[in-house]
């Protein structure tokens, strides 16, 4: 079990750039999430995929956003045409969902900076 | 909407004393109950968990929670802490009658214990 992996763990950006973000689950998960953690807050829930379908997106998702799971196993989040507020850190969690039971395990996160 | 609710932000303790935090979320529904810690330099990691059953969960390091459902309340204790709890931890709702297993958190509590 190698846990939950993130790549990059830090970027920096300018505004206006595109940006993507990896995510490596939990192999056997079929559930990843993903969140946004602010400076002082707790994270806030973005999107999640069961498999390859993305089953739910927060209204904190704006249309810059997007995110894939394209074979079930890892996902990208791309956020285009960064802004000032879109810096935060990115994290991402894995689970095997049974019977409405499951537990998230968090990878590192991935820590953007949009100058 | 539903939300978690942690009081104390920030919480200062000498090495051996007793630690409780709160944490109160508003559903009325069937919830799942999670604490997170995040220890310095490290991502979040699962402390307890409670799904159902006896509402006094025991997690990894010594700390306990209580499921007070008459409270909404699942508070985090531990009868004596160690300055390698300096950490942030993090109460997290998930509803358990959704589909969804996406988490909730409160805002977080900043422990420093002073050796």
């Known amino acids: 079990d190698t846990g939950v992996s993130q790549d990059p763990r830090h970027k920096i950006t300018k505004r206006g750039q595109n940006v993507t973000f990896r995510c490596d689950p939990i192999?056997?998960?079929?559930?990843l999430y993903w969140y946004r953690q602010t400076l002082g807050q707790g994270p806030e829930f973005l999107t999640y995929?069961?498999?390859?379908?993305?089953?739910?997106k927060s209204r904190l998702l704006s249309d810059r956003f997007s995110a894939e799971r394209p074979k079930g196993s890892f996902s990208t989040l791309e956020i285009q045409r960064t802004e000032q507020g879109d810096s935060a850190m990115y994290l991402c969690?894995?689970?095997?969902?049974?019977?409405?039971?499951?537990?998230?395990?968090f990878g590192p996160g991935t820590r953007l900076l949009v100058l | 909407a539903q939300s978690v609710s942690q009081h104390n932000h920030h919480v200062i303790l000498s090495e051996a004393a007793s630690l409780e935090l709160g944490c109160n979320y508003s559903?009325?529904?069937?919830?799942?109950l999670f604490w997170y810690v995040q220890y310095p330099g490290q991502h979040l990691q699962l402390l307890l968990k409670?799904?159902?059953?006896?509402?006094l969960v025991k997690g990894i390091k010594g700390f306990e929670a209580e499921f007070i459902k008459s409270k909404f309340s699942f508070n985090l204790r531990k009868p004596s802490v160690q300055w390698s709890d300096t950490a942030e931890y993090f109460c997290?709702?998930?509803?358990?009658?959704?589909?969804?297993?996406?988490?909730?958190f409160g805002q977080g509590t900043t422990l420093q214990v002073k050796p």
């Open positions: 997290a709702v998930n509803l358990g009658s959704s589909n969804t297993g996406k988490l909730i």
């Open positions: 969690a894995s689970s095997f969902s049974v019977s409405g039971q499951e537990t998230q395990y």
């Open positions: 559903y009325g529904g069937t919830v799942n």
């Open positions: 995929f069961q498999n390859e379908a993305q089953l739910e």
């Open positions: 409670y799904f159902s059953g006896d509402p």
């Open positions: 192999s056997e998960h079929n559930r």
